[in-house]
Each structure stands twice: as C-alpha cells, then as structure tokens.
C-alpha cells in the first residue's frame, strides 16, 4: 500500500469539511506546487466563496492569476483583496498586493 499524498490529505479532509478556508488554502497551494496553476486558482475561487475573508486567498489567487497571463483577473481579486486586507487593518497583506497591483500596469 502507497503512502497518501498530501494533496490525497487535504482532499479526503475536505470531504468532511468542505467549508474549512485552511483546508482549501492548503488544496490550492499544493496545486501551485505540482505545477497546475489553472487548478489552483479554482481552488483559490472556491475559498474565497466560502471564506471572504481570508486576505492570504487574494494575493495567491493574484500570482496565480498573472503567471497565467490573466492580468485583468488578477487585477480584479488583488483589489477585492486590498479592501478586505483594510478593513482587517492588514497593511502589510494591502501593500503587497498594492505592489503586485502596480506591476500588472
């Protein structure tokens, strides 16, 4: 018997906890990691549905976003994401998504 991936994990936990925001992170972040960006942002997406407020979502999703080329999506999230960085007096999550804002153009 094969030892379960961490992805395989994270994805058999969020089968009992659909809704937990660090389970999804996590999902997401072991996508980027394999290289399937596409994946990870619909994992981003379905976070950020469930969890609004989870700042870190925003700015991952926005990398994410502008490796794939899709500056105007990422755009779209970085600035949802300064707002809700804001209003949880995150200012340092704001501007670094501010900064990754501007280099869009």
Request: aromatic letters at 6%; charged letters at 30%.
């Amino acid at each position: 018997m094969t030892a379960k991936t961490r992805k395989e994990q994270i994805q058999e936990m969020l089968a009992d906890e659909p809704n937990d925001p660090f389970l999804r992170y996590g999902l997401a972040m072991e996508y980027i990691s394999e290289g399937d960006d596409e994946q990870a942002v619909k994992h981003f997406r379905d976070l950020l549905r469930v969890a609004p407020e989870y700042v870190a979502a925003y700015q991952q999703a926005g990398q994410t976003l502008q490796r794939l080329g899709r500056d105007a999506e990422a755009g779209e999230l970085l600035r949802l994401g300064i707002q809700m960085a804001l209003k949880q007096n995150n200012e340092h999550a704001a501007a670094e998504m501010q900064e990754l804002l501007v280099s869009l153009g």
